[in-house]
């Protein structure tokens, strides 16, 4: 396709997803950029594109994903399916025999209904092999002693960790499970991975987005931490062949001090200075990554209260001072933000470390963030509110978790948790993410979830919460690339903004909520080039 020639989408049902002019039956695009909507659309010459009265929307923009990581699972033991520790130890034997890892994902803990994976067990079905089953949560591994063993790690002492933990059991042995940063010993053995592989599953994951309408992603953590897959990760982006637009958040633990002029104020961050905002529409550095805190279903999120479930109430990642005070040092030298706080403990935190951030440094371009909100106190959004800072909740973790998230929180606390409805009131941007592959990543199956608020066996998850088709189809669209820092330049069709588009088979603005997860996604056009599906 030649991007300098224009091109019209006719007879479509623009949902434009700009409030001034809502609703549009025609486009035009050229060089990746949309020309003109309606009859000014139709007035120019260019190639022509019959939408046959189908929906036509801004494309999908998941803003906070796992590319690289849910790549690979498209080509690991998949254990998404098992609900008894059998069906995990048959998937592990089935494995062809070599003498490689063994390596599953897709790992739901409690689908096993209570029984938990016994070391000897894995043992015997890996026979021989290391093995590494990665937990959904992405916040916890259960090995087998092979593989500790490999790590270091004597299976009969294991070593106290700060902000993790290798299970024990009662005689003080290693269960094999390694929550948080006792997943590092088992990463240092199998990391760095090589450019190809990492540019490899970046590919494979690309081609899902386009099937699914996704036309921007934001990756939540890259070169480094127990998150990232190489210190050259950047490197492998720049590498493969991307189909869909892409930020990318560096983790905190890439980041050091840095020499310079002593007129440059604090230098925190990578080499040559680069920092949030660097790269273009197609590849950009976003926000740098700090954890804060774990996961609700680990019982690892920090929470101002003990867990219903057992007498804690989770814990730091690390040492909160020295947390913050790298934050800082952080938003001084020009970073985003963008802080992990699940637990309401550690949202009091993140806020108290960005209000410090932007009285001291300002607002930066892209904003700053806090990911996930597991339990966000009202108070809490009060404050929030306050700021020019984005809520990144992920609804999709209701329906895949909600029953053992509330199992785990109380009802008191389900209604705080992972707030929507009560974002929009307040005047705060709501944006659209899934932290696939945590979760299945699919924008329309996420639309449901913020709209329905349901868990797998139909129970309401603080129903209080719960927002229109249309808000979720915003949060989507345009409430994402205000989220990203790309307000006014893509999630919209408006002229002057990106041409991103996803063709749908059906509105989702007329079609009953429990089938919004079928509409079928025609077309994706990504800069004006159609990637999927066809007119």
């Not at 916040?139 to 299976?155: K, M, Q, S, W």
Request: aromatic share 6%; proline share 5%; net charge negative.
């Amino acid at each position: 396709m030649n991007q300098n020639q224009i091109t019209i989408i006719y007879d479509a049902h623009v949902l434009t997803q700009d409030p001034s002019y809502p609703e549009a039956h025609a486009i035009a695009f050229a060089n990746g950029k949309i020309l003109a909507v309606d009859d000014a659309a139709l007035a120019l010459p260019g190639e022509r594109w019959d939408a046959q009265g189908k929906v036509l929307t801004p494309g999908f923009n998941d803003v906070h994903s796992h590319s690289v990581w849910f790549g690979q699972t498209l080509m690991e033991v998949d254990l998404s399916k098992a609900v008894s520790a059998q069906d995990v130890y048959d998937a592990v034997a089935s494995v062809e025999p070599s003498g490689d890892w063994i390596i599953a994902s897709g790992f739901v803990a409690p689908s096993l209904g209570g029984q938990t994976l016994e070391l000897s067990e894995l043992d015997r079905a890996a026979a021989g092999r290391p093995l590494l089953i990665k937990h959904n949560s992405g916040h916890a591994y259960t090995v087998n002693t092979r593989a500790l063993e490999l790590a270091g790690i004597d299976p009969a002492a294991p070593p106290t960790v700060e902000g993790g933990e290798f299970v024990r059991d009662s005689a003080g042995r290693c269960t094999g499970l390694l929550d948080e940063n006792a997943m590092r010993p088992i990463q240092q053995v199998l990391l760095p991975e090589s450019q190809n592989e990492i540019s490899s599953a970046l590919e494979r994951a690309h081609q899902v987005y386009l099937e699914r309408g996704i036309t921007s992603v934001t990756d939540a953590g890259v070169a480094g931490g127990w998150i990232g897959h190489s210190p050259r990760e950047i490197a492998a982006y720049q590498a493969a062949d991307l189909q869909v637009r892409t930020q990318v958040m560096v983790t905190m633990d890439v980041l050091h001090e840095l020499d310079g002029h002593q007129t440059d104020g604090i230098g925190w961050g990578i080499d040559a200075g680069i920092r949030s905002g660097l790269g273009n529409e197609w590849l950009q550095i976003g926000p740098t990554k700090i954890f804060m805190d774990g996961s609700l279903l680990g019982t690892t999120a920090a929470m101002s209260e003990n867990y219903e479930c057992c007498q804690h109430s989770g814990y730091f990642q690390g040492d909160p001072e020295l947390i913050k005070r790298n934050a800082l040092k952080a938003a001084g030298a020009g970073w985003s933000l963008a802080l992990h706080a699940i637990g309401d403990a550690a949202v009091d935190f993140a806020i108290e470390t960005l209000e410090e951030a932007i009285r001291v440094h300002g607002a930066p371009k892209i904003p700053h963030r806090i990911e996930h909100g597991g339990v966000v106190r009202a108070g809490q959004i009060d404050r929030l509110a306050k700021l020019p800072v984005v809520l990144v909740p992920q609804p999709y973790f209701i329906k895949e978790f909600g029953d053992a998230m509330a199992q785990k929180l109380g009802a008191k606390r389900v209604e705080l948790s992972y707030p929507a409805k009560r974002l929009l009131d307040a005047g705060m941007t709501l944006p659209g993410s899934s932290d696939q592959p945590v979760t299945r990543g699919i924008p329309l199956e996420v639309m449901q979830a913020f709209v329905q608020r349901t868990t797998a066996t139909g129970n309401e998850y603080g129903p209080a919460d719960k927002i229109t088709v249309a808000e979720a189809l915003y949060a989507y669209t345009a409430g994402s690339a205000a989220a990203t820092g790309w307000a006014g330049r893509k999630g919209q069709i408006k002229p002057g903004q990106l041409a991103d588009f996803v063709l749908l088979g059906s509105n989702p603005l007329e079609t009953p909520v429990e089938a919004l997860s079928e509409i079928e996604i025609l077309a994706t056009v990504v800069g004006g080039e159609l990637r999927f599906g066809s007119f």
